[in-house]
């Protein structure tokens, strides 16, 4: 019996071999904005501690390499990864000199690559194993709370976007509230506006046409223009409508971006409602009106029911989409994690930019797979099949 | 009635092509949504060569990621790299969670200022939905179709090109109108990164407080998308009249 190679494994191979003997593991910058300078994995690291990491990462890759059973690859993507996320913050206080505030260390794109080629396993691993629902919820809450613990251990403490974190603070929890309020709070008006306004455009056909056609052309105009738009109205309105200002309605800031979030949101959520009562089965709705349920009775217990998965595919699109779009807000005043992104790019400091669009994409992330999971829990029930 | 719509599109073509030639004709409508004698008509560059160069950005981006989506799709159904099929798509799903800011915002480290990170996260972005579809397409052909390829003697190069991507055209068309809609938005955003495309004129609008300049901006982006729209769905209904799939 000859030695198999896994074809997704060689090329994983392949990217931890360049990131770990050719790519950079750390830059090392004397200062928040000068160019910084390369250190490969054995520089970054004290030297027992990088030929360990050396080791595992040659290890796991190996592993991958070959054909291995699926607990197996799990185990390695797992080990170098939380072994990865520890040493790069070790590679932080061991590059920085004792007492210098200004030195900065980041993680360099050899780094990156060796996380990738990992996660690529990680990924791979996950879709064979074909998880439940419950179970990658439940994994997603254990990354998250690894992640959490290392934050706060403090041991990524001198790693450069938590040092420009450490000065912002306070405006980081504000703005991550702002962010988070400007996602939800516009995807909750959408669910509560589009879910009944899909239902009248199932209803009346002449309808239909007219209102998708239209929240069809609003998404096509760029984010950044319907956030400019709605300056002026909303500005309007504040200025002359007694007691809008007082509601926090103004021209600029939170308002417009909120507003524009709403109505790029309704297009998926009319949509798929649309959709999702299309797809009831013409069976259903008349075994339910030969029991005698009147219109209502039929639209609560038979149809919305039965349309719920993709009316929640809509929402995971919406949700999804406001989440990246809510970064945009910043270039109105409108706050979100978007300020660092626009700040870190004014000021060259891509620190600060990372600050900004690493928990953005987290978020994401996360919603998307929280989301999907409910999603399918929801279709599991329709189709009877216990849960 | 019929053909209401196309002339409403030509219309919408003609309004579009005056206003980024001559936009000083388009003046006394955009002059009352500017205060204290600001310029109505974006006057920092040519609203022509702007249109252009947002146009050129958004097709390399998108030539780019066809090329890249449409070859891996056929790697990922072939024989050879079906192993790759289950992780692609996860990749693809992961994938579509990174908001175009953060693509655009983590290129600048890697390439710099300027039109690169923004054709780097137009790519990126453009890449999911045609390779998704492209999938879709590969894997629901008609098996009697592929079958009778095969007992025709076809080799698989020749059922390649001859019956699958054919056969599987108008949905790939799909994928590349919603790539490039999508593309022609996010566009906008590459000038926060010093890239020329038509977002210069809106943010110059949101820096100065003028809505003339945030409007034109808006209103030609979103035309574009609207005729480009458009006339992908023909292209596509036109590709499924051939191959005798009426959608």
Known sequence: MGIRFDKLGAVIAAIAAYACLVAPFATFRANRIVAGEARTML????????????????????????????????????TALVALAVLIGVAGSFLTPADNNYARVSPAHGFWLLVFAFALLLADVLTRLALSPWARMLTLAGAAACIGLLLASGSWDSLSILREYAGRADSFRAEGG?????????????????????????????????????????????????????????????AHVPGAAALGIRGIGTAPAFLALFLYSLLPVVANTVVGLAGVPRAANDAARGMGMTGRQRLFRVELPLAL??????????????????????????????????????????????????????????????????????????????? | MKWLPTIARLALLALLVAFVTSPGWFEPLLKPLTENNAPAIYNQGNLLTLTLLHLRTVAIATLGAIIVAVGLAILVTRPFGAEFLPLSRSLVNIGQTFPPVAVLALAVPAVGFGEKPT???????????????????????????????????????????????????????????LSVVISLATATIGSTVAAKTLGEVIIAGLLSNNLAFVLQGGLIVAAIAVLIHDGFLALERMAARRMGRER
Request: aromatic share 4%; proline share 6%.
């Open chain 1, 309 to 387: 998965p993709v009316i929640l595919t809509g929402i995971r699109i919406v949700l999804v989409q406001n989440i990246g779009l809510a970064t945009i807000a910043a270039l109105i005043g409108g706050g979100g994690f978007g300020v660092f992104v626009f700040q870190g790019i004014g000021q060259m400091a891509m620190d600060l930019v990372l600050l900004g669009a690493l928990p953005t994409v987290a978020l994401a992330f996360a919603a998307a797979i929280v989301l999907d999971a409910v999603v399918e829990l929801t279709s599991i029930r329709k189709s009877g099949v216990p849960s």
């Open chain 2, 119 to 177: 054709l780097i996260a137009l790519f990126l972005y453009g890449l999911l939905p045609i390779f998704e579809n492209a999938l879709t397409g590969l894997t629901t052909l008609p098996a009697n179709v592929v079958e009778a390829a095969r007992g025709a003697g076809m080799t698989p190069a020749q059922r390649l090109v001859k019956v699958e991507l054919p056969l599987s055209l108008p949905v790939m068309l799909a994928g590349v109108r």
């Open chain 1, 43 to 78: 520089e970054s690291l004290p030297p027992a501690t990088g030929w360990a990491l050396m080791a595992i990462v040659t290890a796991a890759a190996l592993i991958a390499l070959l054909r291995t059973p699926p607990m197996l690859r799990l185990g390695a993507s797992l």
């Open chain 1, 178 to 238: 702002k962010h988070l309020t400007l996602a939800l709070g516009s995807l909750a008006a959408a669910a509560i506006v589009g879910v009944p306004l899909g239902i009248l455009c199932h209803r009346v056909d002449a309808l239909r046409a007219g209102v998708l056609n239209v929240l069809n052309i609003i998404q096509t105009i760029p984010s950044i223009a319907l956030f400019g738009l709605l300056i002026a109205p909303l500005g309007w309105i504040a």
